[in-house]
């Protein structure tokens, strides 16, 4: 069975440009996280979805950052014009949705704004 | 808010070594899920264990962790620290139905031949 998978792996901006970040979850799987782990610091939540309903997105910088999970499967993350706090790398998980599932990461993107 | 509090930031030892992590966690919620995921370098978490069930001993792959409710604590152990157990040790918190998980800090375990 395939994991979940993320692309791209890695992003290199300038300070005010935009950039997507793509996820896979694992096939079933109806919650979908994505988390932000700045370096040498652990997953911070942005938001999460059940199906394509966003079900908590209290920490995300609204002005800037959107997620969409428009048919419950694949799910975007955008941030509109970068700034260097967001250097990070942004995680995507996700899980069977029951309580104390175990909550599947993917690989990663590594974003790095100058 | 949910928060987990993880007080060393680094661990080294020696290979063979006992290795113990602390854990403390705050929650409104009084039946949470806590987690340990294991973060090897340039991967991504996964798990290692985890526990609902207040004083019941969990283990996997060699290490265990009780979670102690009156004391919010969930402490990992291993008896004897192997060089591939170098790696990031989160400790985090899941308060309520497939929320999404508070981690704490991270503790890094550095094993030595």
């Known amino acids: 069975e395939a994991g979940v998978t993320q692309s791209p792996r890695y992003a290199v901006l300038q300070e005010g440009q935009a950039v997507s970040f793509w996820c896979d979850p694992i096939?079933?799987?109806?919650?979908l996280y994505w988390y932000q782990q700045p370096r040498d610091q652990g997953p911070q939540l942005l938001v999460y979805?059940?199906?394509?309903?966003?079900?908590?997105n209290s920490q995300l910088p609204s002005d800037r950052f959107s997620a969409v999970r428009p048919k419950g499967t694949n799910s975007t993350l955008k941030i509109q014009s970068a700034k260097q706090g967001d250097t990070a790398t942004y995680l995507c998980?996700?899980?069977?949705?029951?309580?104390?599932?175990?909550?599947?990461f993917g690989p990663g993107t590594r974003l790095t704004v100058l | 808010g949910d928060s987990v509090t993880q007080t060393e930031g680094l661990v080294t030892l020696t290979e063979g070594l006992p290795v113990m992590l602390n854990c403390t966690y705050q929650?409104?919620?009084?039946?949470?899920?806590l987690f340990w995921y294991v973060q090897h370098l340039n991967e991504s978490p996964r798990l290692l264990l985890k526990?609902?069930?207040?004083?019941k001993r969990t283990e996997h792959q060699g290490f265990h962790a009780t979670l102690h409710k009156s004391s919010s604590s969930f402490h990992l152990q291993k008896s004897s620290a192997q060089l591939s157990d170098s790696a990031l040790y989160y400790c985090?918190?899941?308060?309520?139905?497939?929320?999404?998980?508070?981690f704490g800090l991270g503790t890094r375990v550095s094993v030595f031949p």
């Open positions: 929650t409104i919620y009084s039946n949470p899920f």
């Open positions: 985090a918190l899941s308060g309520n139905y497939a929320q999404g998980l508070t």
């Open positions: 096939s079933g799987h109806d919650t």
């Open positions: 979805f059940r199906d394509e309903a966003v079900i908590d």
């Open positions: 998980a996700s899980s069977p949705g029951l309580l104390g599932a175990e909550q599947f």
């Open positions: 526990s609902f069930t207040d004083n």
